[in-house]
């Protein structure tokens, strides 16, 4: 009874907190602006649900977080004289006060997070494209709400720690702030707040959207390859194929054609200019189960070579076991954030900038890591591991307007390797020059580990020199265990060796369970720590 | 059978300050004892300790015979607790205040509305029983932690300064009910108020500088003075006055007196029963026509007790360190140091 009656006191009493109120106004208008302006930005340029809430998502991690933190933080040290004489020298255990203040923000934030998100959900579902389902919004959901309750057990148990209300919350702000550094240096990026901000666009991803893989185009038909199996009659209706060359003139197909086996789409009867670049755009097409394809892969742009064939060759795209990025040669891709779509052809990403891929889902799609779609800018598309290294000629004619430019002499930028990114089976790397591809396809040049020290051989390496990227096939790796590989005696094109200080990447697949456990331990252990702070604590 | 027992309670506030000092303390059932001393001595510490809202450095408190901390909301179940100028939830009115008191203390709807009216109504606060506690004043307050620490009906109630803060109507009517409820409650009640606590305990503890120098009856306290005196306010011309104070030095029982104006402190050398040389001592004022305006028996006794406790205890210097006390001025007893308040 006596918690039951804290638990209601302490509703009463933040129902009439002026910082709850002032929250919910401010929250209710933020809220209304940044979805109408969100909604018609997408109107313009497309944005796939996915990164429409995790936009919010992210938003009300990062900008309420403050009010949060306040409402922990002036939980105990605000009210310390009152708990004494007027809550405490009655019938009720310290355990179940401190217990009714946690529940009770945990319920009124929580509540407001929940409608709020799913205001968002609905929003994002109802007028974006929708490339998530309820398990992966459940999950997005669930991992944010676990930060945010977090953020409030720290806050409270700092609130135990400190009389002074301006401490708890100036030490509060320093600790979530603070920790995102602190975590990656120490190899737990999954339990900070910025690598939970990253990664939620995969999280809420469906991993079955279908992405737009690769194009390749003859002057009377055009291939396009995509990532999964696709729905035949909307993959096989020529209307949902937007074809636009320059200065604005449509090109329109006469048929469609679904291979399955493939995963690809044929679309014949076109009468393409030879040497023009054409950009594809896919709408309206979905998977078997009705999931749309992507907006943040759903064009991309093509060339026209001046040779033709009767139908442009095109890799398959075998699905799961892809690594990712691989085949997104210039298509549009998810950025750094990982869900707006990209311009067709964007710069690559910097390489200097940190690319983390810790949260890829390890599949293809929703995995795709961001800087190995925006970086993926090469002729050349992915290529079985199996396959022999194909000649220019044999090669997709998928051209990038920011292909990278010719070598000169002037770059001598010591390489070094940038990222990679693992299935079960395959393994990319990606440098930072071009190298030289003789070194880069020999297998012997990787040594490839997981943290116990064994050690995994590839089979073959093919070197995509537009992309910068080697990839390694015919491995059986574990995700559950980081995996690392470390590069040596590889040289770029003009004889720099690798820099022996960055000649090895991690590849650290972090899943859902990861952020929850990564959440929700900590949550429950501060816990406890503030309860048992609090039962030692003079009043 | 004693409801509170302390055994070498110690508390030291980190390593800045030392609030009590292997403090021991009995407090039987039926009794009303008076926690004594000056600002700073650790009345409000000790009883902080009582009830389980600091724990002692050292040492430990039972109350009903089991060990208080933190948790033990059970034992805190039968005790009604007074803060010093209490502080309440500010945004709560003395009617959701009550009820969420009665719920912790885990009484039904039924028992605690009309309590929790009734109480409103004997503390006075009716007509602000909807307004919010942030608007009230100390003494009303003050008025609503009397209700709060009734609310349960408790057996043994803890007041810390009570009067603190209360207008003239306010201290009597909250001494008249500590005396009512004296009757049926085991009470302990700190105060530096001297005379409220020669009103209504039976027994006494003094506290200075965290250490308990006295703990006994209060007629045990007075007994350490040593004498029985009364003082008499007087009417007349000064010269009268003067005639009059020369005729008393004649009277034997009578070994000083010292004038201040208009008023006559007067030591009796007998330390039982002084109704007869006080008698003499008015019939001589009657034959010389002084005019006696009041005569008061006890003011002054308990506060002198008290004093020559503190200044006895201060002089006793480094020897303190033993627990001794120096003898009293008068070579009576000394004080019960620790004991039961019924000696």
Redesign the interface.
């Known amino acids: ?2 918690s ?3 638990f209601k ?1 302490e509703l ?2 933040l129902s ?1 907190s002026w910082v709850l109120r002032g929250w919910l106004i401010a929250l209710a208008l933020t809220e209304f602006f940044v979805l109408s302006i969100t909604l018609l930005q997408n109107r313009v340029r497309p944005t796939p649900a996915s990164g429409i809430l995790a936009t919010h998502l992210n938003g009300f991690l990062l900008i309420w977080s403050l009010v949060i933190i306040v409402l922990g933080a002036s939980s105990i040290s605000m ?1 310390s ?2 708990i ?13 006060y401190i217990a009714a203040k946690l529940l009770s923000r945990a319920f009124v934030v929580l509540g407001i997070y929940l409608l709020s998100s799913a205001i968002a959900s609905y929003c994002a579902w109802r007028f974006a494209a929708n490339d998530m389902t309820l398990a992966t919004v459940s999950a997005g959901v669930l991992v944010v709400g676990l930060a945010v309750l977090l953020m409030l057990a720290l806050g409270i148990a700092l609130s135990v720690l400190f009389n002074n209300t301006i401490f708890a919350v100036v030490g509060m702000l320093l600790l979530w702030y603070v920790a995102s550094p602190i975590f990656s240096f120490l190899g737990v990026d999954y339990l900070s707040p910025a690598s939970l901000t990253r990664n939620l666009p995969r999280i809420l991803k469906d991993p079955d959207a279908p992405l737009f893989l690769q194009g390749a185009a003859t002057t009377t038909s055009l291939t396009l390859a995509f990532s999964k199996n696709l729905d035949p009659p909307t993959a096989e209706d020529p209307a949902n194929f937007l074809l636009e060359g320059e200065a604005g003139v449509t090109y329109t197909a006469r048929t469609a054609v679904y291979d399955k086996a493939r995963t690809s789409v044929i679309l014949g009867g076109l009468e393409l200019p030879p040497g023009k670049t054409i950009k594809v755009t896919v709408r309206n097409v979905t998977n078997a189960g009705g999931v749309a394809i992507s907006p943040a892969a759903d064009s991309m742009t093509v060339t026209v070579p001046h040779a033709t064939s009767d139908v442009a060759p095109v890799a398959p795209s075998t699905g799961a076991d892809l690594p990712s990025g691989e085949s997104l040669t210039s298509a549009t891709a998810p950025t750094s954030s990982g869900y707006s779509a990209a311009p067709t052809g964007a710069t690559p990403r910097s390489v200097g900038s940190p690319a983390p891929v810790s949260g890829s889902r390890g599949t293809v799609g929703a995995a795709v890591p961001a800087a190995g779609l925006a970086g993926s800018q090469g002729s050349s598309g992915y290529r079985p591991p199996s396959d022999t290294p194909p000649s220019s000629a044999a090669a997709p004619r998928t051209v990038s307007p920011a292909q990278p430019a010719p070598d000169t002499p002037a770059i001598r930028a010591v390489p070094r390797v940038v990222l990679c990114i693992a299935t079960v089976s395959s393994l990319r790397v990606d440098f930072s020059e071009d190298m030289d591809p003789k070194d880069a396809e020999t297998v012997e040049n990787y040594i490839i580990e997981n943290p116990a020290g064994q050690t995994h051989p590839a089979i073959a390496a093919v070197y995509n020199a537009a992309a910068r990227t080697v990839l390694l096939s015919g491995l059986h790796l574990s995700l559950d265990d980081p995996t690392k590989v470390t590069v040596r005696n590889v040289k770029d094109r003009h004889g720099n060796p690798i820099s022996s200080r960055a000649n090895s990447a991690v590849y650290s697949e972090v899943t859902v369970w990861k952020y929850v456990l990564g959440f929700g331990i900590p949550t429950l252990l501060v816990s406890a720590l503030a309860m048992v702070w609090f ?2 604590r ?2 | 059978m004693s409801i509170l027992q302390t055994s070498n309670l110690t508390k030291l ?1 980190g390593n800045r300050l030392i609030a009590l000092n292997g403090v021991n303390l009995t407090v039987e059932e039926g009794s009303v004892f008076g926690l004594l001393g000056p600002n700073g001595a650790g009345k409000t510490t000790l009883m ?1 300790l009582l ?1 389980g ?3 002692p450095t050292a040492g430990h408190v039972e109350m009903f015979g089991q060990r208080m901390s ?2 033990a ?2 034992l ?2 039968r005790i009604g ?1 007074l ?1 010093t100028n ?7 009115t003395p009617i ?2 009550l009820d ?2 009665g ?4 009484m039904s709807s039924e028992e605690r509305k009309p309590r929790l009216a009734s109480l409103i109504r004997a503390v006075d606060l009716l007509p602000a029983a909807s307004r919010p506690i942030k608007s009230f004043s100390t003494g009303m307050t003050t008025r609503l ?1 009397i209700a ?1 620490s009734l609310m ?1 009906d408790p057996s043994f109630l803890i007041w810390d300064e009570p009067t603190a803060g209360l207008d003239p109507a306010g201290r009597k009517y909250t001494l008249d009910l500590l005396s009512e409820l004296g009757k049926t409650k085991t009470i302990m009640v700190s105060s530096h108020i001297l005379s409220d606590i020669d009103r209504v305990c039976d027994s006494v503890g003094i506290l200075h500088d965290g250490k308990l120098i006295f703990c006994g009856s209060v007629r045990t306290l007075k007994e350490t003075i040593g004498r029985n005196s009364v003082e008499i306010e007087m009417d007349g011309s000064e010269s009268l006055l003067d005639a009059f104070c020369l005729r008393l030095e004649s009277l034997p029982e009578i070994v000083v007196f010292e004038r201040k104006g208009a008023y006559l402190e007067v030591n009796f050398a007998v330390s039982e029963r002084i109704a007869a040389p006080l008698g003499r001592l008015l019939l001589l004022a009657a034959e010389m026509e002084v005019e006696i305006l009041s005569i008061s028996s006890t003011r002054g006794q308990t506060e002198d007790a008290f004093i020559h406790l503190l200044e006895a205890d201060q002089a006793h210097g480094f020897s303190r360190a033993y627990g001794a006390l120096p003898p009293t001025a008068h070579g009576l007893e000394r004080p019960v140091q620790g004991g039961t308040p019924h000696s």
């Open positions: 009874m006596a039951s009656a804290l006191a009463l009493t009439r009210e004289d009152v004494s004489d007027g809550i405490l020298s009655r019938a009720c255990t310290r355990t179940q039962s030692r003079d009043l | 506030f902080k009830l809202l600091q724990t933190p948790n909301a059970h805190r179940q607790y803060p209490p502080k309440f939830p500010p945004t709560m959701t205040y969420l008191v719920q912790l203390f885990g932690g709060a349960n």
